[in-house]
């Protein structure tokens, strides 16, 4: 009698190669060829966690590749109440543009968060004037203001977005997104709510950071591997859930700061940059680290 078995493996996140394979349906007759599909399975399974595993080279590497981090740019008739309180999370973007394009004409050239994890997983360093450009929350004010300066200088970016928040009113639509992620931006993880995960428990924290996961790979088709903690809140705990959930190879905080490194993977450090910044003032913090 033939009997048919369903079985269902998801591979391990964070490899884009193998995203596509969601699931096995196997089809066995008198047990013979469930063990033959299923031993392929296992070995599918050996080769995604082997691709899993960092190169040996990269404990001994270092990066010194600067994070930036935005939060709203906006114009100033359109700031709130108190902005100008919080010159950390309120910028025109006629002060981006004249930062960005200040770091352009001295050579300095953009990167995504997504590469510097992946040079640092394989040990390699990057090349000299490499700046990463990150940006938190996936507010819509991200692709109505930044992103045309962003396209008009020829700078990619990395935008940490919320996953319950995609599409919804003042964030940035699944299309947008698309959009930002087609022309070679990262769009990456921001946790699903934007929880502050020291407070979370360790399967809140994991669920956050795969909900969110999913979300994106729904909007844009590719999964994201590297991750904003809300508020910059991360501890011990934090860490561990993140390392468990598995998606994650790079994490980062808003400790001021700039080194990344394999072992140090998940609590990197990024420079805010305020309003308040000359264009000269955002060379000298990332003239120091220009060998990479």
């Avoid at 190669?17 to 599909?37: M, P």
């Avoid at 691709?51 to 935005?70: E, G, Q």
């Avoid at 997104?177 to 995960?197: D, F, K, V, W």
Wanted: with cysteine; aromatic share 8%; proline share 4%.
């Amino acid at each position: 009698m033939a009997i048919e078995t369903i079985t269902t493996i998801r591979p391990k996140r964070g490899i884009d190669h193998y995203q596509t394979v969601e699931r096995f349906i196997v089809c066995a007759i008198h047990g013979t060829e469930v063990k033959l599909v299923l031993a392929c399975a296992l070995a599918l399974a050996g080769t995604l966690g082997a691709l899993a595993s960092p190169n040996p080279a990269a404990a001994a590497i270092t990066l010194h590749v600067p994070v930036l981090l935005y939060h709203n740019v906006l114009p100033r008739d359109q700031w709130p109440a108190g902005a100008t309180n919080q010159l950390t999370a309120y910028i025109t973007p006629e002060r981006v543009y004249a930062q960005l394009k200040y770091l352009r004409d001295h050579g300095w050239r953009t990167v995504t968060a997504r590469s510097v994890a992946e040079y640092a997983k394989r040990g390699e360093r990057m090349h000299s004037k490499a700046f990463v450009i990150s940006v938190d929350d996936g507010r819509l004010n991200g692709y109505r203001y930044l992103w045309p300066i962003l396209r008009e200088l020829k700078f990619r970016a990395t935008f940490y977005v919320v996953g319950s928040r995609i599409g919804r009113d003042k964030f940035m639509s699944a299309d947008q997104l698309r959009e930002i992620n087609a022309a070679g931006s990262e769009i990456a993880n921001h946790t699903h709510e934007h929880l502050t995960l020291t407070k979370a428990t360790r399967a809140e924290v994991i669920a956050q950071v795969r909900m969110s996961s999913d979300a994106i790979y729904e909007a844009v088709g590719r999964r994201p591997i590297t991750l904003a903690y809300p508020g910059g809140a991360y501890n011990t705990a934090v860490m561990d859930a993140v390392r468990s959930e598995g998606s994650t190879w790079m994490a980062f905080s808003v400790e001021y700061g700039c080194s990344e490194s394999w072992s140090t993977r998940l609590h990197e450090q990024r420079m805010i940059i305020r309003h308040d910044f000359t264009p000269a003032n955002v060379l000298a913090k990332v003239a120091p680290y220009a060998a990479g």
